[in-house]
T-cell receptor, first 113, second 114 residues
Framework: DADVTQTPRNRITKTGKRIMLECSQTKGHDRMYWYRQDPGLGLQLIYY???????NKGEISDGYSVSRQAQAKFSLSLESAIPNQTALYFCATSDLNSNQPQHFGDGTRLSIL | DQQVKQNSPSLSVQEGRISILNCDYTNSMFDYFLWYKKYPAEGPTFLISISSIKDKNEDGRFTVFLNKSAKHLSLHIVPSQPGDSAVYFC?????????????FGTGTRLQVFP
């Protein structure tokens, strides 16, 4: 979905480095999410935010932090990357109304050596 | 514990025939279900959804059926086309205050061959 942009698309880094993945959206949605996908597994929720002042932990938040800089921007940080954080990361957005589908970016493939 | 299960990791169907993708869930509190399609190097794209108050929802070639007593839903694609070849994820959500967290299945890779 071109309305949800993730940068970078690919990143290779070393253990212990700090990494930031960025997500921006032009859909005007209030809600934003970060997911992680591992091979053979579904998407797991890391963090989500319902507005600029709201941050919530998902299923697997340990080792991650987020920042909601504006309605349109939601970044995910790995303070000290470790190899088992190697995965595909997706950002998503949804409208404020309940039961609205989430719209995903094209993902960031992160490899930690 | 996997609350949403897609037990078939892959499915191969001939073009023009019906594709049936299945999904089972364990949490009886789930009240909204979605199917997403994912092509390589792209994010998941919303396909179709169904509320727990319904047992069927149709959109063109795609129909989702929900059997609440069996905690089972299925996605039917008729007729299947080569462009439908992708990974399909089932997802479910439960009302938890103001949240709308989705729980995803592990996906089924559909291949439609000529």
């Amino acid at each position: 979905d071109a309305d949800v942009t993730q940068t970078p698309r690919n990143r290779i880094t070393k253990t212990g480095k700090r990494i930031m993945l960025e997500c921006s959206q032009t859909k005007g949605h209030d809600r934003m999410y970060w997911y992680r996908q591992d091979p053979g597994l579904g998407l797991q929720l890391i963090y989500y935010s319902f507005d600029v002042k709201d941050i919530n932990k998902g299923e697997i938040s340990d080792g991650y932090s987020v920042s909601r800089q504006a309605q349109a921007k939601f970044s995910l940080s790995l303070e000290s990357a470790i190899p088992n954080q190697t995965a595909l990361y997706f950002c998503a957005t949804s409208d404020l109304n309940s039961n609205q589908p989430q719209h995903f970016g094209d993902g960031t493939r992160l490899s930690i050596l | 514990d996997q609350q949403v299960k897609q037990n078939s990791p892959s499915l191969s169907v001939q073009e023009g025939r019906i594709s049936i993708l299945n999904c089972d869930y364990t949490n009886s509190m789930f009240d909204y279900f979605l199917w997403y399609k994912k092509y390589p190097a792209e994010g998941p794209t919303f396909l179709i959804s169904i509320s727990s108050i319904k047992d069927k929802n149709e959109d063109g070639r795609f129909t989702v059926f929900l059997n609440k007593s069996a905690k089972h839903l299925s996605l039917h694609i008729v007729p299947s086309q080569p462009g439908d070849s992708a990974v399909y994820f089932c997802a479910a959500s439960a009302p938890e205050g103001n949240t709308d967290k989705l729980i995803f299945g592990t996906g089924t890779r559909l291949q439609v061959f000529p």
